[in-house]
């Protein structure tokens, strides 16, 4: 079992930033791929980014390629998202996915990851 807790969600005005967590728990952290997700109102949990094991591969949504960075530490057991330039349609809460039988690219499929951390709620306003 894998225990992900993000952190880190706000509110922000468009064209802030925030800087999300997913602190990982319970198995060794870099045996894991992890990928950022979201799930705005009324619509469906959407691939945001990814990251390989060791943070050599990384795979963006186009919607947000320039504007946000996916990072690991593998010390601290800890995935990170830095967003930028935030827009209103970034509203929406962000979860933390992980796999370890996976790739960077194959768990941007939202049916990919066995863990799944609670959530945090990021909220852009124009």
């Known amino acids: 079992q894998v225990q992900l807790v993000e952190s880190g969600g706000g509110l922000v005005q468009a064209g802030g930033s925030l800087r999300l967590s997913c602190a990982a728990s319970?198995?060794?952290?870099?045996?894991?791929?992890m990928g950022w997700f979201r799930q705005a109102p009324g619509k469906e949990r959407e691939f945001v980014a990814s990251?390989?094991?060791?943070?050599?591969?990384?795979y963006y949504a186009d919607s947000v390629k320039g504007r946000f960075t996916i990072s690991r530490d593998n010390e601290k057991n800890t995935v990170y998202l830095q967003m930028n330039s935030l827009k209103p349609e970034d509203t929406a809460v962000y979860y933390c996915g992980a796999k370890s039988l996976t790739t960077a690219q194959l768990i941007r499929d939202i049916r990919v990851p066995d863990y799944w951390g609670q959530g945090t709620q990021v909220t852009v306003s124009s």
């Open positions: 319970g198995r060794t952290f870099s045996n894991y791929v």
């Open positions: 990251i390989s094991r060791s943070g050599g591969l990384i």
